[in-house]
Structures are given as C-alpha cells and as structure tokens.
C-alpha cells in the first residue's frame, strides 16, 4: 500500500520510484513522496465442512489405530490441498486466528478445538510451517459459530515476531 507525505517548502527528494531527483519549483507546487507502509504478512485459508470433534478422534482410536491414522491422514491431506489452493505462502513464526462454522451446537468448544491439530499438521506437510513447534507456533485464537447451509474452518495465518 502506497501513502502519499507532503514535502515542506523547498524540499529535495530522491524519489523511491525510477530513482530521480525531484525539486519544489514554486510555492504554489506541492510535491509528494510515495512511502511504503509495510503491511503485516498475512493469509486466509478456509477449509469446507467440519473438522473431527475430539470425541470422533478418541473413537477412532479405540477401535484400531489404523483407522485413526487414515482420519489423521485425510484431514491432513484436505488442509494441505486447500493450503495450496489458497497459495498460503511460508511463514516463519505464526498466530492463529481460528473460526470453526459447525452446522449446530451439538459439540462443546473443546471438542471442536482439537482440529487445530490437523490445521498444524497439514500446514507443515504444505510447506507453510517447518514445524508446529513451540518456535513456530506463538498462539491461537479460537471462535466458534454456527452456519448450518456452509460449515467450515476458516484459519488466518498472521506472521509475528519472535
């Protein structure tokens, strides 16, 4: 994003675009300065449906672990794809703004936060992230509200300092 800063009277400067020298002629000319304002490294990526609650995650355990490895595998894959789709680009370190669209209010918060392991993980397996470590991940932020014609995870991605 580009902001326009007017120069005092008599000023001289070098401009940022095409490197030339631009001088104030009369009192009356006003002359500006383009600035880059640098914006901070963001990304939206919306995942379609709804994400396994905890307690299908704790089913699926139960009866076989293969079963849950082809759930974890699935919904990291479908977090991967839609990464790519987004072309969510690498960030370094990270915060999470996490909103998860259920179709009612069957499920408790807690059951519906722990898909935020699949989001990390197909993040990670996209290139997104190196990893969803302790130095990578700094947080989250997580809502939950209701949208029964278009459930949904939509995750923005924002870059932080270290």
């Known amino acids: 994003m580009t902001r326009l800063n007017k120069l005092p009277p008599g000023a001289k400067v070098k401009s940022s675009i095409g490197g030339q020298n631009y001088k104030k002629k009369a009192k009356s000319e006003v002359i500006y300065k383009p600035v880059e304002i640098e914006k901070e490294k963001e990304a939206k990526l919306i995942i379609p449906g709804e994400l396994p609650t905890e307690n299908e995650i704790i089913d699926k355990a139960k009866t076989h672990w293969a079963k849950y490895k082809k759930m974890k595998d699935t919904y990291d894959s479908l977090v991967k794809v839609f990464s790519e789709k987004h072309r969510v680009p690498f960030f370094e370190t990270i ?11 069957m499920y408790d918060p807690d059951n519906i936060c722990s898909a935020k392991k699949f989001i990390l993980d197909g993040l990670q397996k996209a290139g997104v992230i190196e990893n969803d470590g302790w130095k990578v991940v700094k947080g989250f932020q997580e809502t939950w509200e209701v949208d029964k014609d278009n459930p949904r995870t939509e995750v923005i991605i924002k870059e932080v300092e270290d």
């Open 95 to 105: 915060l999470l703004q996490i909103t998860y669209y259920r179709k009612n209010r």
